[in-house]
């Protein structure tokens, strides 16, 4: 899948819990060497210490890798405060550019049009290379793409939690690439032990390959600190479901 002009694998890695240590340092580098092409972080991570984390731990970063950061979340989307959040971002993650910048929340106080703009701003800078949007409607992607191209939605999706499958066909069916953030959490079919005992796999690496065939705009980002865990998740790569385990599964 293309995502900010690179080719990466279908699965990639959230880090809201990624610390700036050596050890995950060491992790970061490791999961890159075990095939990983994204790399999903946000201002607001671990008190911007992700960022920090993923720019000291891939500086210079691997030109195979994408790099895609958030602003905008808590304390508003205002022009002020993503300026401030985004030249913060670029410094955390030692960037001359970020590959794709996500307004974290539409900020109820601040029209759309402001927040996006100011985003659009550091693009044509040359300091963001694409733009996405997270958790929203298919209304609101529609009102973002009439001012800026959108390239990412990031929302809540996986095989328990179904409220944005009219999101994802819309993404599917307008070239954006959808981001399902919490892929493997929350309930499931009793089908799901089963599959993944007949196929021994684990039940995590059965929902993401649920996933990989519910659409192929989607590129789902579990989030670990383990390399083992996210070579388990990469596995998931492999596994193609059969008609009759996607609908049990569905």
């Known amino acids: 899948m293309e995502i900010a002009g690179t080719e990466v694998a279908r699965i990639g890695l959230g880090t809201n819990r990624l610390t700036s240590t050596p050890e995950n340092h060491a992790f970061l580098r490791e999961a890159i060497d075990a095939g990983l ?22 500086s210079p970063k691997p030109e195979n890798v994408v790099v895609a950061t958030k602003g905008g979340y808590g304390g508003g989307a205002t022009p002020e405060v993503l300026r401030a959040q985004i030249d913060q971002s670029l410094e955390s993650l030692r960037a001359d550019t970020i590959d794709l910048y996500y307004l974290h929340r539409i900020d109820p106080e601040t029209p759309l049009e ?20 997270s958790a929203v409607t298919v209304d609101q992607i529609e009102a973002a793409r009439e001012l800026v ?6 929302n809540h999706y996986n095989l328990g939690e179904r409220g944005h499958d009219d999101e994802v066909d819309y993404c599917e069916e307008n070239g954006i690439v959808f981001v399902p953030y919490y892929p493997v959490k929350g309930d499931a079919p009793p089908a799901l032990a089963e599959i993944a005992r007949s196929r021994n796999a684990s039940p995590e690496q059965i929902a993401l390959a649920w996933l990989l065939r519910r659409s ?7 989030g670990t600190l383990s390399i083992e865990h996210l070579r388990e998740n990469l596995a998931a790569l492999d596994i193609e479901l059969s008609d009759g385990e996607y609908e049990a599964l569905t």
């Open 114 to 133: 402001d927040s996006l703009g100011v985003i659009a701003e550091y693009r044509d800078a040359g300091k963001i290379q694409e733009i996405g949007i």
């Open 216 to 222: 192929p705009a989607i590129l789902p980002i579990p």
């Open 149 to 154: 191209p959108i390239a990412a939605v990031q």
């Open 37 to 58: 092409g994204l790399i999903d972080t946000a201002h607001v991570y671990t008190s911007g210490d992700s960022e920090r984390a993923v720019g000291e731990g891939l």
